[in-house]
């Protein structure tokens, strides 16, 4: 073969007839990835996250951007208090140590700078895919990568795609694209941070379904072109989505199913793979903790193209809430994330009010290789 890429067959997988088993999440360390042996005994071991970073504005006023008025040193947020976040998350995520990390909330490009610019990560080799989002808040996406990964040569390969909420509705948060490429294979991303449940889960659900079409309009077209070409497409999607798997957004707009049968023949062609699924299975458990209860919200879901072993793959059974003993609030019964911020006057020091979310990919050899 004179190129990497390899024809996927457009014949279902006998692996997509196995129905999803809900496995708890477990306590994790993030150095070591969970997940099935795979038959390919030549694949590529990689890993992804993701993290919703809470509110990591620098401590400059940027007049284009009112959203950052709340995180100034006139507001407690000092350049000692923003490096000591950075800190936090920058030592964590070297502990997560993965190929691929998806972000949310954060200001600008220049904090993912300053975070990938830190000590504990500076040697992590990470690069930067990001671009303004347009939300109202001022709090953008990103995804960190590193070799074998790198941004295909293309146009618009890195993109944020517009989420249309109607008239007389301020911006949110668009969805950020990144074509990446490892070993002459693509994969395309998309990070996520649907709108909020502000104002009531109800009032708001139709801000989060049309995220969830302008998602599902997205893969779509992503994989039509793949098939155009004679293979399924490899996409990964990874976000906070203010919504559980279960709810509406996620499995009737976005068509991410528990179940891999339902991936199957032309009708299944653009339907998801939803393995956080998993996490519901135990109770009491969650990725953030609000009020009252915990919550779902940060996930990862694949194309169907990933289940199978030719090119990427999802590693079933991978998926985990990374819940380490630093990231928790102990001194509360339900021991949730320990968030970094002001609360009834008094600041909390710790690290995000969600936990991280990570997971296995493999990279699999052309045939014949």
Partial sequence: MTHRSVVKTLRVPLLLLGLMVGAGAAVVDPSAPAGEESADTNARSLSFAFWNLENLFDTEDDPRNPGDDEYLPEKEWTPERYERKVDHLARMIAKLDVDLLGVCE?????????????????????????????????????????APF?????????????????????PTRGILEVR???????????????????????????????????????VTARLDAARDQGRE??????????????????VEHLGAVRGKQALE?????????????????????????Y??????FDQAIVSRGMLDEVGFSFVEGSFEVVDRAELRNDSHVHRPPHWFRRYGGRWSEGYS?????????????????
């Fill in 265 to 289: 023949g032309d009708r299944g062609r653009t339907r998801l793979f939803n393995p956080s699924w998993s996490v519901l299975a135990t109770p009491d458990r969650g990725t953030l903790y």
């Fill in 150 to 170: 790198s941004v295909a040569e293309q146009e618009r390969a890195i993109h944020v795609w517009k989420v249309d909420l109607g008239e007389d509705v301020p």
């Fill in 291 to 296: 009020r009252a209860g915990w919550n779902v």
């Fill in 353 to 369: 009010d969600h936990f991280a979310v990570r997971g296995s990919l493999r990279l699999h050899p052309p045939s014949g290789e």
């Fill in 180 to 218: 990446l490429v490892a070993e002459d294979e693509p994969l395309t991303v998309l990070v996520n941070h649907w709108p909020s449940r502000s104002g009531g889960r109800e009032k708001s659900a139709p801000h989060r379904q049309a995220a969830a079409e302008t998602v599902r309009r997205i």
């Fill in 106 to 146: 954060v200001e600008n490009r220049r904090v993912l700078e300053d975070l990938v610019r830190h000590p504990a990560l500076a040697e992590h080799g990470y690069a930067i895919a990001h671009l303004d989002a347009g939300d109202k808040r001022g709090i953008d996406l990103g995804l960190l990568h590193r």
């Fill in 233 to 250: 497409g490899d996409i990964l999607l990874l976000g906070d989505f203010n919504d559980d798997p279960h709810d509406p957004s996620l």
